[in-house]
Every structure is written in C-alpha cells, then in structure tokens.
C-alpha cells in the first residue's frame, strides 16, 4: 500500500490546484483520473464549446458581412472538419497543459485509472492500494440520459459526441432548452442545420424570468430555429430520415422527425461507482454528495468538491470550491461556500450575463423591490457593433439601496456582468455604481444610466 499526505480523485477544475498547494507546501499527493485530464470543462464542456461557438459567430457575421458594407465573393462555406479541428486543438492544448503541470510537480503522483474507495483513508486503483488521511473527490458529472420511451433504440449524442462531430447534422434534434441545448442549436444553425429544441416546460431557460425566455426564444427563432415548448411526452423511434421524436406539444405537429438527436436534459453526478456506501459518505437522492458549508462531507477526512457536491454546476463554483478548502487547510481561514455569490453566463450569441437574484425571485423575497431596464438599441456600443438583440436589467432593495440581482441578454453581457458583481461581492450600494465612471463607449457604461431608471414594481 503507497502512503500519500493526500488523495485527489478527478482531475477537474478543482483537483489539480489543490494538488499544487499540496505539492507547493511540501506535502505528497496522488491525484486519480480515469479519462482525460482536465475533466469536463477541458475535454467536453467549456473549452471546446467556446471554440465551436467562436467558429459558428464567425459564420454568422460573414453573413451579415453586408451589414457593414463588407463585400463577400460567393456564399459562406463551413468547413466542419476545419472547424472541429481547431475546437480539438484548443482541447489538446489545455489538457496537455494540466498533465504537463501534473506531472511537473515534484511531490505529486498522477495515476491513471478509476479509483473506488475501500474505507475512509484507503483508495484502490485496478491493483493499486493507495491510502492517506485526507482525500478529496472531485469526480464531476456526465450528461443524464433521460428514461425517455424508445431512446436506447435509436442513435443519440452528448456533449461528449457532439464536440467532436465533424460534419453538419441535416436536421439537429436537440433534446433540453437550457444552456448546454441552446448553445449547440444555435452553434449548429449558424453551422447549417436545420435545428429543432424541444422543451419539456412551458418556456426555454425556465430559471430567468419570462422576458429573458421570451427574448431568447426571439433570438433563436429569428435565426429559423424551431423552438418547441410544453413538450410533455418525449419519445423517440427509428425513421427512415433518422430518428422521429414524438413531442405531444399542445400545438404544432406531434412529432419531428431528426436526422440526429443531442440530449442535454441535465447531469448527473459521477458517484454511484466510487464506493460511497461502503466507507458511509452521504448522498441526497439524486446522487449528488452531501457537504458542509466548508465542503467537507459526512465522514471525517474526505471533502467533496465541484460538481459532485450539488453545491453549483460550473468551472468557476468548482474552482471556487478547490479556494474554499485551500484557503481553510493551509492559510487558516474559515472560508464558506454559502458566503459566494453566483454570477453566471449563457453563451449564446448575444450571451446572457447573468448574477443574484431574477426579478421574479426578488418580488417573491417580500421586500421592495426597484428595477431599471433598457433594450440593448439603446445601448451606444451595441448599435456600433450592430448587435442590438436583447436588454439589460438591474434589480435593487429599496429600502436598504443593495443591489439584488442584474440580467444582461445582449452583446459583451458575458463581460459587462461583472461590473455588476464585483459591486456586489464588495456589499456596495446601488449609489456606488450610479456614480461610478464608466469607459464609453461600453456597453457597462449604461449600468449607472439603468440604475437611475429604476422604478418600484
Ligand atoms: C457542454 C458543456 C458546456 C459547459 N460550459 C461551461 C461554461 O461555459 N462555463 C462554466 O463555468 N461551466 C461550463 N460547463 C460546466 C463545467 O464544465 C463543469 O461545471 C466543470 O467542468 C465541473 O468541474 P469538476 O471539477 O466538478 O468536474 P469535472 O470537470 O467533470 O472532472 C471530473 C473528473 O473526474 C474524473 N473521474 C470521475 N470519477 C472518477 C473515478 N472514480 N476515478 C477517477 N477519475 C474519476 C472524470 O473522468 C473527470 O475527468 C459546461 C459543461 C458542459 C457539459
């Protein structure tokens, strides 16, 4: 049996930093990962999603290169193998990167293989014993395959699959308007396919409020893609053309028939093969591991970070995470997860910026609430740009002047957030930003006009 300081299982966002502050304090660590190094965001989320996303922009403003008084010779073309390679080598590179500083660090083991717990301080990988008295599971999560009737007899793509498809589906069925769909579909539609989001709810991105759904769904469709809501009964069979997705919708026709289907119905956490049950680390009923505001979960010794833990479903909350227990193990402090504050982003093009509270989750706490809104043609920079889709929102207490929440849909909203969260994480008051100087000509330069917009609802 190898005898480490620490154990890392998973090799995401959060498991090889905190490998470094191990290594860099002098401590022995092995980190396990059973695929590639890097985990999702590296391999099968972020890095390569962002790349495709940039490539299918390109396409889209080529297009529209008319607009600016840009002349195109002949049609836009895509090359998809072209396009895929470089979504790939961005991949490649970044994994590449995370094993060479792996295996770089001179107190750090990294092994290759699934890794399963056999008590509170042993781990095993294949024939390997490995033991320590700390370990940390940072296993992530994989897309959920639905229980859907029919869907193991057809063919069907993750995110997994689908990033690295290196040709154009005929007609892209794409299963979950949230997110991880939307970003495909329209990534897709701008790549030419024809693309279908069928939605279980009555609306797509259910967690914004209604006037963001609203705009989304606007955007999308203004591009030709078929958006279908209130899809209840989700079925699937092999078509001649494909695959025929029954949809049941209260309107429009009961079933479409795809070439090919993507499922992004959401996730599920990788924890139902590491031995839980057997050493006694808690699970709530979807499988995600119970933790600690400190992240450490029900046995002594072993914290749950990123994904796994349910505690958020991004790069940086698992990142954030890796801070929390960091900041507690080797600096002394008394780091929480639930002192954070989630921002977030939909990137779609333009992206949806999004941090704290919706207009609707504000109305609902009780207390009085303000809100200043402005469509993104009247925004300078946007119609420089010539990319007025969407608006901008903010939403404030207006008794004690915090500020609550803010929604960005329009161009740079990705960025622009910011402005807003950094306001909140240091608890300034809406005054604050209503008198800072902004950069002009910026599309963060209209947050202080917004604020003095604002109007009790
Ligand atoms: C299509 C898509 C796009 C996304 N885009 C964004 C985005 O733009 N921004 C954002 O913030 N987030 C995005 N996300 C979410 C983001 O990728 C995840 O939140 C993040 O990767 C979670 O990191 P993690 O460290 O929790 O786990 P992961 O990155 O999932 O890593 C877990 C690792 O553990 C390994 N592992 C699991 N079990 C074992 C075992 N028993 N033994 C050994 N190894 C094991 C896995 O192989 C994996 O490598 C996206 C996700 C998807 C699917």
């Known amino acids: 049996m190898k005898s480490y300081d620490a154990i890392i299982i998973g090799t995401g966002q959060a ?42 922009y390109a396409a889209h403003l080529a297009r529209r290169a008319a607009d600016y008084g840009v002349v195109l010779q002949g049609e836009v073309g895509i090359d998809m193998p072209a396009v895929m390679r470089r979504a790939h080598q961005v991949t490649l590179d970044s994994r590449h990167s995370n094993e060479d500083w792996l295996q770089g660090m001179p107190n750090c083991t990294l092994i290759r293989g699934h890794a399963r717990l056999e008590s509170p301080t042993t781990v095993r990988v294949g024939d390997e014993l490995l033991t320590a008295p700390q370990i940390f599971l940072n296993v992530g999560a994989r897309a959920t395959i639905p229980d859907f009737p029919g869907v193991h007899d057809v063919p069907f793509m993750t995110n997994s699959d689908i990033v690295v498809l290196d040709r154009v589906p005929k007609h892209l069925v794409v299963i979950g308007g949230s997110y991880i769909g939307l970003e495909f579909a329209q990534m897709y539609r701008r790549f030419g396919a024809e693309v279908t989001v069928v939605e279980k709810g009555p609306r797509l991105v259910s967690r914004e409020d209604e006037d963001v759904s609203q705009a989304v769904r606007e955007i999308l469709e203004a591009e030709g893609i078929h958006v279908r809501t209130g899809a209840e009964c989700i079925r699937f069979a092999p078509h001649a053309d494909g695959v025929a997705v029954g949809i049941d919708c209260t309107e429009g026709e009961p079933e479409v028939i795809g070439s090919d289907v993507l499922l ?174 902004p950069i002009h000509p910026t599309v963060s330069e209209l947050w202080p006009t917004v604020i003095q917009s604002m109007k009790p609802v």
């Open 15 to 56: 498991g090889p930093p905190l490998a470094g502050r191990f290594n860099d304090a002098g401590k022995t660590v092995a980190i396990i990962e059973r695929k590639h190094v890097g985990g999702t965001c590296v391999n099968t989320g972020c890095k390569p999603t962002k790349t495709l996303v940039a490539s299918a």
């Open 264 to 437: 992004a119905v959401g996730r599920t956490p990788n924890t139902q093969d590491l031995g839980l049950d057997t050493v006694g680390v808690e699970m709530d009923e979807r499988g995600y591991i119970k933790v600690g505001d400190d992240l450490s979960t029900s046995v002594n010794g072993i914290w749950a970070l990123g994904d796994c833990n349910g505690k958020g479903a991004f790069t940086h909350t698992a990142y954030n995470d890796f801070e929390i227990v960091a900041a507690n193990l080797f600096d002394g402090e008394t780091r929480k997860v639930s002192d954070r504050l989630l921002g977030y982003a939909l990137y779609i093009d333009p992206p949806l910026g999004r941090v704290g509270m919706t207009e609707t989750q504000a109305r609902k706490s009780g207390r009085k609430v303000l809100v200043g809104q402005r469509p993104m043609t009247r925004v300078g920079r946007a119609v420089e740009k010539g990319e007025t889709q969407g608006f901008m929102k903010i939403v404030a207490d207006a008794d004690t002047k915090e500020i609550l929440g803010a929604s960005i849909l329009g161009t740079g909203g990705d960025e622009s957030i910011h402005g807003v969260l950094d306001m909140m994480n240091a608890g300034a008051t809406y005054d604050t930003l209503r008198w800072a100087m």
